[in-house]
């Protein structure tokens, strides 16, 4: 392999630097042009065009780094570059330049998703160098690199890129999104791919980053499990093994895996050895319409936190108009329960975001009155609603945002007591998709349901019961569309307790 001399290391750090700082120059131009009706308060976002998936996640010198997938020159996916934001709580978020661009023969059709570590103090992103192979986009190859900081802000295409050219078998040039951790003296890579139509993971073993050896196919579908698996990553929690991943190309089954693609996890034990999880059933992460590509990391503190990219390949977006894209949900931590459920919590930091404060309590609600209406309004709200099931004899009740005054607009979420579904109606929603997700929440009996939202100005993320089921979703409703409803069905209802705080908007 030729090295790269110490000049030509130069050359190639500088033309990096330049094609950074010209994009971050159209950025800055672009942003004047930029529509920001449904820009989000509290969550990340680009600050223009489009943006995918979280990449590299670390806590490092203290601070919380997230970069993502980001096309900085249209609404729509192109050349992918690595934008980057910064946090010391996860809720105050500044903006740092494009940490990576396409600017070397094995990534000049993009910089794919990918990971960080820290290697004795150097921030290092490894992520995936994409090559097209022709003029149409349908064939590519597909490198393994690295990219090293010492500030955490400005980054350096390692001379021994690439560090992983060749695949392991034919995978039709599909292997990418390598997540890296070390486990003892170790460094351990995953990367997801496929082999004629079974999506797998494959797991990688080094000692410096630089040198990988391959170990083995770490899981793989069935052959009911789609063709291709995405953004793998591997964790431990609770004493158990978990692989999260996102597979293309999982039939629909009942009210299972409606979207286009998924985003879910296997739990089992990983032999490091011989590379080999064993696994018990594949489940999805979030029951929404919007999530895709999550990644996690574990801070300072030893807690396992996830984002996901809060939208899905194809569906209309119709901020594109706007001249932006994409979004990442709020931070969740991870746990995962002792009948190996995975669990999602907002991260307890996001009460920092919250201003005015509505507790109500014992509300009756008539099923010949429709709807109570909750006195707050807004299209940024964290809302706490708890329903007590003792003495309810109707068989559903629910809350219902972002309504307009007319009653033409709603987004429902509701549970029905007969069958404990929980639904995600956003066939009124306004623009954008409509449709229903529909999931059992199972697990603990309980007599209380707590329905946590968290709902931002293009968006709508619930945690039911402590994150036993989490359904996420973007909805594009009038501005004035602001007002929160409970119903219920069959029957009268107390509803327990209301919370509600307005949340602040970090970007405003
Ligand atoms: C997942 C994904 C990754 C890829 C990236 C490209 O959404 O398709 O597999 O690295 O997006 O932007």
């Not at 599909?174 to 494959?202: A, C, F, Q, S």
């Not at 009038?478 to 007002?483: A, D, L």
Request: with cysteine.
């Amino acid at each position: 392999m030729v090295r790269l001399n110490d000049v030509e290391r130069l050359v190639a750090l500088s033309r990096h630097n330049e094609i950074v700082k010209e994009a971050e120059r159209r950025v800055q131009q672009a942003k004047e042009k930029m529509d920001s009706t449904y820009r989000l308060a509290y969550h990340i976002m680009a600050p223009v065009h489009w943006m995918n998936d979280p990449n590299g996640l670390i806590q490092w010198n203290g601070e919380y780094h997230v970069f993502y997938q980001f096309h900085p020159d249209s609404p729509k996916w192109g050349p992918m570059h690595w934008g980057h934001v910064k946090s010391k709580d996860f809720v105050h978020w500044e903006r740092a330049p494009i940490a990576l661009a396409p600017s070397e023969w094995y990534d000049e059709g993009g910089c794919f998703s990918g990971s960080a570590v820290n290697d004795h103090g150097v921030l290092t992103l490894i992520y995936t160098g994409n090559v097209w192979l022709n003029e149409e986009q349908t064939e590519l190859k597909q490198y393994q690199c690295l990219a090293t900081s010492k500030d955490g802000i400005h980054f350096e295409k390692d001379p021994a890129n690439p560090v992983l050219s060749e695949p392991p078998f034919d995978c039709q040039g599909h292997i990418r999104d390598p997540k890296v951790w070390k486990r003892g003296e170790d460094w351990y890579m995953v990367l997801g791919t496929r082999e004629g139509n079974n999506g797998k993971v494959v797991l990688y073993k080094s000692k410096d980053l630089r040198h990988w050896e391959y170990v083995n196919i770490l899981a793989q579908s069935d052959g009911s499990l789609g063709y291709m698996w995405e953004c793998p990553d591997v964790f431990r929690l609770n004493g158990k093994d978990i692989l999260l991943f996102s597979p293309q190309g999982i039939e629909p089954v009942g009210d299972r895996f409606q979207n286009l693609h998924q985003t879910g996890y296997l739990v089992g034990t990983l032999d490091e050895e011989t590379g080999k999880l064993t696994h018990g059933a594949f489940e999805e992460l979030d029951k929404g319409f919007d999530f895709y590509a999550a990644q996690t990391f574990e801070d300072e503190r030893g807690r396992r936190i996830l984002f996901g990219w809060m939208d899905m390949w194809e569906s209309p977006m119709p901020t594109q108009e706007h001249g932006w894209a994409g979004a990442l949900t709020i931070p969740r931590l991870l746990e995962l329960t002792d009948d190996e459920k995975l669990l999602m919590k907002p991260v307890p930091e996001l009460q920092l975001l919250r201003e005015e404060h509505t507790h109500l309590e014992s509300i009756s609600v008539k099923q010949h009155e429709a709807t109570y209406t909750v006195p707050v309004e807004g299209d940024r709200l964290e809302l706490l609603v708890r329903f007590s099931l003792t003495d309810f004899r109707g068989n559903a009740f629910g809350v219902k945002v972002r309504c307009s005054s007319d009653g033409s607009e709603e987004t429902i979420f509701r549970y029905d007591t007969g069958d404990s579904v929980v639904t995600f109606d956003r066939n009124r929603s306004g623009r954008g998709e409509g449709g229903i997700r529909r999931a059992v929440l199972d697990g603990s009996k309980t007599d209380l349901i707590t329905f946590h939202l968290f709902i931002d100005r293009s968006s709508v993320e619930l945690f039911v019961n402590d994150g036993r089921l989490v359904m996420t979703g973007r909805i594009y409703p009038s501005e004035t569309s602001q007002g929160i409803e409970l119903f219920t069905e069959g029957g009268d209802a107390t509803v327990f307790s209301v919370d509600a705080w307005k949340l602040k908007d970090i970007w405003g």
